[in-house]
Every structure is written in structure tokens, then in C-alpha cells.
């Protein structure tokens, strides 16, 4: 079972049993989040990938790349060339762990500052090389044609469809049993998801002769 953007409509329209114009200009809306939903998630490492650039010495903040969605990893070429990767935190252990942003020095920890900017302690004195290994937003199903399909649509079509089916309900204030239905098999459908993901990233793991990743 897979679905495309036609499709997916039409499956919400007939679980929903709605019509109306209202309704019907509101699906993309629905399957979009539905996605964003999805994506936070489950992190999949199909959707993983690097970007480069450079901190501007003096200057706390690296924008983050206009695909972003979560961080996997950041790291920065030192002054004797070796790569080093700098710990998540937060926001308010960064300000807290510098205080004084024009203090300045080897970067240790990074934080998401916004939805455009990461805020790094302390601020960097140099301008230093910067690798990012980031999940990214892929193109929605929406910005496609009716007969278009993506990765999550073909490989999970039930995620998007509960998904979906959820967002659908709320905006219909539907009923709470049929709500809490949907959640369930949404729910359902990301732990098969985060099964699948985890057996690609193994036999990926196993290919390349490394150790296996442990299941948590």
C-alpha cells in the first residue's frame, strides 16, 4: 500500500466522510502536519545528510541550513586541525554557561537558538570550519502533482494516513473515541516506523562492518 497526493485526499475524505469545501481546501494542511508529526518523530537517516560553513569569529550564533529539522551533530576544525564535536544542550545552559557572550574561545557546547540560528558557548575566536550533520525537511507530498508520492508516502502510508485523520477530526471537532482510534493506530504506525528505520541503519551498519546499533 502506498499512496499519492490524490489519493491521501481521497482516503481522508472518505474515513471523514466530509466534503465540504472547507474541509477539502484544508487537506494539505492536514497532511502537512501530518509530516512535520512524522519527521519529529521518528528520526530516519534517509533523511540525514552534511552541510559546511565557517564561524564568524566574536559571533555566537551559525544560521542553521533552510531544510533543517533536528541536529545530529556539529562540529568545528580546530587550530591544530583536529575535529572537534561540540555537546547539545540548551538555550538556557548556554547563557548560563557564558553569561558574557564576548567572551570568547574554543566552542564546547551549541544550542538551537530559533528556528533559523544555533547559539554556541563559548563564542568562537576564530573563524572556524564547521560541519553540520543535520535530518532535513524533505519537499512535502502537497508541493507535488495530484499523482506525485514521496518517500513517507510509499514507505509509510499509515503513518500519513492516521496522521492525517487526526488533524482531520480536530478540525471537524469529531468525536473523542474516534480520535483517540486514530491516535492509537498513528502511535502504531511510528513504532513500525522507528522498527523500520532502525533495521536499515543496521544492515547499513552491517555492510560497512560495523557494530550494530543497540535497540533502546
Not at 2 to 25: M, P, R, V
Not at 55 to 72: G, I, M, Q, V, W
Request: one cysteine or more; proline letters at 5%.
Amino acid at each position: 500500500m502506498s499512496f499519492t497526493f490524490a489519493t491521501l485526499k481521497t482516503a481522508i475524505q472518505d474515513y471523514s466522510e466530509n466534503t465540504e469545501t472547507t474541509f477539502t481546501n484544508n487537506l494539505s494542511n492536514f497532511i502537512k502536519i501530518a509530516e512535520e508529526r512524522i519527521l519529529k518523530n521518528v528520526q530516519l537517516s534517509i533523511f540525514r545528510k552534511n552541510a559546511t560553513a565557517a564561524f564568524t569569529s566574536s559571533n555566537e550564533f551559525l544560521a542553521c541550513p533552510n531544510d533543517f529539522l533536528t541536529p545530529f551533530s556539529l562540529s568545528f576544525t580546530d587550530a591544530s586541525s583536529n575535529k572537534v564535536f561540540l555537546d547539545y544542550k540548551d538555550v538556557n545552559f548556554i547563557q548560563t554557561f557564558t553569561p558574557n557572550s564576548s567572551t570568547t574561545g574554543s566552542p564546547r557546547f551549541y544550542a538551537l537558538f530559533d528556528t533559523d540560528n544555533f547559539i554556541v558557548a563559548p563564542t568562537p575566536s576564530s573563524n572556524f570550519a564547521v560541519e553540520l550533520h543535520y535530518y532535513y525537511r524533505p519537499n512535502s507530498l502537497t508541493a507535488g502533482a495530484d499523482s506525485g508520492s514521496t518517500w513517507l508516502s510509499t514507505n509509510a502510508p499509515f503513518a500519513m494516513l492516521y496522521g492525517s485523520l487526526i488533524e482531520a477530526y480536530t478540525f471537524m471537532k469529531g468525536e473523542p473515541d474516534v480520535m483517540k482510534m486514530y491516535n492509537d493506530r498513528f502511535v502504531e504506525s511510528l513504532l513500525r516506523l522507528k522498527e523500520y528505520g532502525e533495521a536499515r541503519e543496521n544492515a547499513d551498519a552491517y555492510r560497512r562492518g560495523l557494530p550494530e546499533r543497540p535497540r533502546t
